[in-house]
Each structure stands twice: as structure tokens, then as C-alpha cells.
Nanobody
């Protein structure tokens, strides 16, 4: 399974960005999809995750500002980020759990940089 992320960039404080991630490959069934982020010198932390049935979970730091959604038919996940703050600056990574035949595996996309300038 390959995950292709897009949508990062530079935005001012209070602005918005949308990140998208598409899964591709063969013989797979996507389970959860989500986004993590890693700022310089920090660990990679969960931002938001959405299950196959549409249940979502957010990090406390982004609740009320970020919205995660997915298109099950297209195996894509989108993260709408609003009211961005400087502390949101990080490399954002798409993540997906998928069944290859009957084996569950975890996959990562390449990171996309989000920079929030004040």
C-alpha cells in the first residue's frame, strides 16, 4: 500500500490548510486512516484518526480546529485545518492500517511540511 500525501505549505496564523492522502495498491482493505505530526526535536504524535465506520478521534490540541474525513470508496483521508497556530508547525504524516489478504499492517506516507508563520 502506498500513501500519497499533499497539501502542506506556508500559512499565516489563523489561516487554513487542507491535507489530503490517497492510498493505492492492490489486494488491500483500509481500516483506520489518520494523520500524525512531528516538529523538530519532538516525537511523532497523533493528530487525528478516523475509523472505517467514520468514528474520529482528535488530539486535545487540535479539537475544534481540525476536521478529519475520509472517502471510503476512494481510500482517501482529508484533514481540514483551521485557525492554525505557530505550534501546529510540523511535518505531517499520513498513516493507514490495512489488511493485505488477512494480515494487518501499518503504512506511512511521506511527510508534508506545514509552516504557520506569525
Amino acid at each position: 500500500v502506498q500513501l500519497q500525501a499533499s497539501g502542506g505549505g506556508l500559512v499565516q496564523v489563523g489561516g487554513s490548510l487542507t491535507l489530503s492522502c490517497a492510498a493505492s495498491g492492490s489486494r488491500f482493505r483500509i481500516s483506520d486512516m489518520g494523520w500524525y505530526r512531528q516538529a523538530p526535536g519532538n516525537r511523532r504524535d497523533l493528530v487525528a484518526v478516523i475509523t472505517a465506520v467514520g468514528s474520529s478521534h482528535y488530539a486535545d490540541s487540535v479539537k475544534g480546529r481540525f476536521d478529519i474525513s475520509r472517502d471510503g470508496a476512494k481510500d482517501t483521508v482529508t484533514l481540514q485545518m483551521n485557525n492554525l497556530k505557530p505550534e501546529d508547525t510540523a511535518v505531517y504524516y499520513c498513516n493507514a492500517g490495512a489488511y493485505i489478504d488477512s494480515t494487518y499492517r501499518n503504512f506511512w506516507g511521506q511527510g508534508t511540511l506545514v509552516t504557520v508563520s506569525s
